[in-house]
C-alpha cells in the first residue's frame, strides 16, 4: 500500500513540476506514465482511502496540467496565425535583404 501511495504522490509532484516549468515533452511521459499506473490499479487490489485520496489528488493535477497544455495550445494557434498572416511582409523583408547581401563585393 505504502510503495502505490509513493507512486502516485511521486506522479503527481512530477506532472505539476514539469507543467510549471513547461517541460511539454516530460508532460507526455508522466501522462503516459499515470496511464500505465491508473491501468495496472484496476486489476490489482482494492484501493484503500489513503490511495484513493492520492488518485483524487493526481487527478486534480492532471486536469492542471491538460488546462495548462490546451491554453499553450492555443497561444501557439494564435502565434501561427500571426506569422502566416504576417509572412508576405516577412518574406519581402527577407528577400529585400537578401539582394543588399548579394549586391556586396
Given at each position: 500500500?505504502?510503495?502505490?501511495?509513493?507512486?502516485?504522490?511521486?506522479?503527481?509532484?512530477?506532472?505539476?513540476?514539469?507543467?510549471?516549468?513547461?517541460?511539454w515533452?516530460?508532460?507526455?511521459?508522466?501522462?503516459?506514465?499515470?496511464?500505465?499506473?491508473?491501468?495496472?490499479?484496476?486489476?490489482?487490489?482494492?484501493?484503500?482511502?489513503?490511495?484513493?485520496?492520492?488518485?483524487?489528488?493526481?487527478?486534480?493535477?492532471?486536469?492542471?496540467?491538460?488546462?495548462?497544455?490546451?491554453?499553450?495550445?492555443?497561444?501557439?494557434?494564435?502565434?501561427?496565425?500571426?506569422?502566416?498572416?504576417h509572412?508576405?511582409?516577412?518574406?519581402?523583408?527577407?528577400?529585400?535583404?537578401?539582394?543588399?547581401?548579394?549586391?556586396?563585393?
Open positions: 500500500m505504502a510503495k502505490r501511495l509513493d507512486v502516485l504522490a511521486a506522479l503527481a509532484t512530477r506532472l505539476r513540476a514539469a507543467t510549471a516549468a513547461r517541460q515533452v516530460a508532460v507526455g511521459r508522466i501522462d503516459s506514465d499515470v496511464a500505465a499506473l491508473l491501468a495496472g490499479l484496476h486489476k490489482g487490489c482494492p484501493l484503500s482511502g489513503a490511495e484513493q485520496q492520492a488518485v483524487d489528488a493526481l487527478a486534480a493535477v492532471h486536469r492542471m496540467a491538460r488546462e495548462s497544455c490546451a491554453e499553450e495550445a492555443a497561444r501557439l494557434e494564435r502565434r501561427l496565425t500571426e506569422m502566416c498572416a509572412r508576405d511582409g516577412w518574406m519581402a523583408y527577407a528577400m529585400a535583404e537578401y539582394d543588399l547581401w548579394e549586391q556586396r563585393p
